[in-house]
C-alpha cells in the first residue's frame, strides 16, 4: 500500500465523498486541514522561513492580508462541505507541526 497527499484545493468533499462511496473505505481515507484566523495567517506568512515559499518570493507585504483572507474563507467553506458530507476537517492554524504528526499517525493506525 502506497501513501499519498493531495493538494486539496483540486479535491473538494463532494468529490471525495464520491470516490468514498464507491470504493473499499479500508483501500483509501482522507481528511481535510485548513487555517483561520486572519491575522494568525498573515503573520505565518509572513514569518514563514520555508526557501520555496511562493508567497515570500512572490508577493508584497500588502498582499499578505489577501492571502490570509481567501486561506480563511476557502478553510471555512471546505469545513462546512466536510460537515455535509460526513468527513473530517481539521484547522492546524495552532501547533501545525505536532498537529500533522498526529494526523499521519492517525491515519496510519497508530
Known sequence: MKDFVIEGVWLRPDHVRELLDEVSSDSISAVFLGKTGVDQIAYGLRASSQ???????????????KIAEMIDLFSNLTE??????????????????RQIDDLARTLAGE
Open 51 to 65: 526557501p520555496n515559499d511562493w508567497a515570500q518570493r512572490n508577493t508584497g507585504d500588502s498582499t499578505y492580508s
Open 80 to 97: 462546512a462541505e466536510c460537515l455535509k458530507y460526513d468527513l473530517p476537517a481539521y484547522d492546524v492554524t495552532h501547533d501545525f507541526h
